[in-house]
């Protein structure tokens, strides 16, 4: 197979040097531009596997554009972006963003999250993924068992819930809104703090060290990630 081909969507030369420089050094093609009427050009000339989006170009907001993408492209989307506040972070994820990363940050920072998205990038044709291994726990979705070094786990309804969401989109930042939209509906997108119990509930069972999880990440006050 081929390298894998990335978008990088980006107004600042001396930033787009050191990401296209970062990029190109792990052997990944870079094709670039830096406005967002070029990338949507580019996007709809081929094929990519990662766009990464700066939010603030000269042609529009990079969130309203993440929103327009969703509508046609399913490419993961990585956010490069100087604003850093949450409510930021909120908006691009809940638009379609799948992570974010705000300035300055280290390459080696970037690479680790464009590895992350290029592994949960969906392969062309493949079903829907029902078994999932991570640390000691095997779970079947099909069959709806979890188990850990294989002892059945005994989960909660809402716990279950939980978990299937979390595992339905590896290495994606979830906001709590997109959570409890989908463990508990619309009428609770405000209740974080269900979210802070069931999660805690989830490490209990799940983590080998409920203290120190490396599954179920907290992403702090944005939301949580599954790290497989
Ligand atoms: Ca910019």
Known sequence: MSEPTILLVEDEAQIRRLVRAAL????????????????????????????ILDLGLPDGDGIAFIRELRTQFSLPVLVLSARSAEGEKIRALDAGADDYLTKPYSSGELLARVRAQLRRAPQEGTAAETHF????????????????????????????????????????????????????????????????????????????????PKHFLTETGVGYRFHP
């Open 133 to 212: 291994c991570f640390g000691d726990i095997e779970v079947d979705l099909a069959q709806r068992s979890v188990t850990r070094k294989g002892t059945a786990v005994r989960l909660t309804p809402i716990e279950y819930r939980l978990l299937c969401a979390m595992l339905a989109e590896p290495g994606k930042v979830l906001t709590y809104r997109h959570l409890l939209s989908a463990v508990w509906g619309k009428a609770f997108v405000e209740s974080n703090h269900y979210l802070r119990i069931y999660v805690s509930h989830l490490r209990q069972k799940l983590e080998e060290d409920p203290a120190q």
């Open 24 to 51: 190109a050094e792990e052997g990944y093609r870079v094709l670039e531009c830096g406005t967002l009427k070029e990338g949507l050009a580019q996007l709809h000339a081929e094929t990519m596997q990662l766009l």
